[in-house]
């Protein structure tokens, strides 16, 4: 990793969070909640979503006043095993968080529970979710739309956003089967990491107006929100590759974003209305949770994810290639290493957070990039 890198102590990062939170007007309680996904996704490696999404989601979109630091969650339709939500533009991970416990609820009662969401906003890595369902023994599916920014196969216009379908699952093993990515080749968080590491994407992530690809990363984040740039389907440009099945889930999970729940789609979630001012997100989620022990016996069920899971990264190796690595497995290689080191934090978001620390006036803390 570049010297570039200082490493943050976990506690510190967590709790420096939680007050950047609380300052912005977010009750201790959610403050602690929005916190643990964010330092949940620094834990596990994904730092597309971690400390690096504060500033830039979070913190300047409270205070451009489009998202609402008090949280106030509406039931608009429930039954037995379902339930509709209306977020209010209030913290995602709070919706989120609150949606799966109604989803847990309803799955320990009748066996399975679905919570759809409308009116949200960002809610962070979505394995965090599944993975509050695999610790009661549950099986976790979650998905969200966001702001437009793939293309449709054949298409060139930014139309879907990166829509992650994920799934988690338990296993007898130290970690679960975690999928948590994109329908997109790649997405915007990833593309933030180059841009502040100061290097081009690869191609094929992005495609120009006239289907061409680009790797000109610090302009392209511009133009993903003009719309003269958008990004490929998981598969990539056409259908050779197959683009066409990345494009085809993608939307799949924005129907499953909106339609269930009557909520805001595809060009309505750009952040900005007719004239360009800014305005909410109103992104949709859902989230479904299935106990196991409706089915089969957990330890059964365990037992056998556990083991199709060690057969597949036994088998045989590519040329140059020793391990073979399942959903959820690089995440906890990295909790592994990161445990004893903490957060890495480069010189933009160590600037990023002296700026919060400052305009808030969080004073107490000390980094060691001080």
């Known amino acids: ?50 400390i690096g999404r504060l500033k830039p989601i979070y913190y300047d979109r409270i205070k451009a006043g489009i998202q609402s630091p008090v949280t106030v969650i509406d039931i608009i339709r429930e039954g037995p095993t379902t339930a509709v939500v209306d977020g209010n533009n209030g913290m995602g991970q ?37 993975l509050m ?13 966001a702001r437009p920014s793939i293309a449709p196969t054949f298409g060139v216009e930014n139309m879907l956003g990166t829509n992650p379908l994920t799934i988690g699952i338990p296993s007898d093993e130290d970690f679960p089967f975690v999928i948590d990515c994109a329908t997109s080749v790649s997405q915007r968080g990833k593309i933030e990491v180059y841009e502040r590491l100061n290097e081009d ?21 511009k133009d993903l929100v003009t719309g003269s740039a958008a990004l490929t389907p998981l598969g990539g440009i056409g ?22 729940q009557g909520g805001a789609f595809l060009k309505a979630l750009t952040g900005f209305d007719g004239n360009g001012n800014k305005q909410p997100y109103r992104l949709g989620h859902f989230f479904m949770a299935i106990d196991i022990n409706a089915f089969i016996e957990v330890e059964q069920f365990k037992a056998t994810s556990g083991e199709i ?46 700026i919060m620390r400052e305009e808030l006036g969080l004073n107490k803390y000390r980094f060691p990039f001080d």
């Open 94 to 130: 709070v919706i989120a968080y609150r949606c799966m416990q109604m989803a847990i609820e309803r799955a320990q009662k009748y066996g399975m529970g679905m919570v759809a969401a409308r009116n949200s906003t960002h809610y962070g890595i979505a394995g965090y979710y599944t």
């Open 239 to 260: 259908e050779e590759q197959g683009g066409h099945k990345g494009f085809g889930y993608a939307t799949a999970v924005e129907i499953l974003s909106a339609a269930l």
């Open 1 to 50: 990793m570049s010297s570039e890198f200082i490493s943050i102590p976990f506690n510190l990062m967590e709790e420096f969070m939680i007050d950047v939170f609380m300052g912005l007007g977010v009750p201790e309680e959610d403050a602690r909640i929005c916190a643990d996904v964010l330092i949940t996704a620094d834990k596990r490696g994904i730092d597309s979503h971690g």
């Open 309 to 354: 899971l060690r057969q597949i990264r036994n088998s045989r190796k590519a040329p140059g290639h020793d391990r073979i690595f399942t959903a959820g497995e690089k995440e906890y290689d990295a909790w592994l290493e990161r445990r004893h080191t903490g957060v890495p934090v480069n010189a933009p978001l160590q600037n990023d957070m002296r």
């Open 201 to 221: 994407i690869p191609p094929g992530w992005v495609i120009d107006e006239n289907g061409m690809t680009r790797t000109d990363t610090a302009q392209i984040l």
């Open 133 to 145: 369902a695999i610790e009661k023994d549950m099986i976790g599916i979650t998905g969200t739309n």
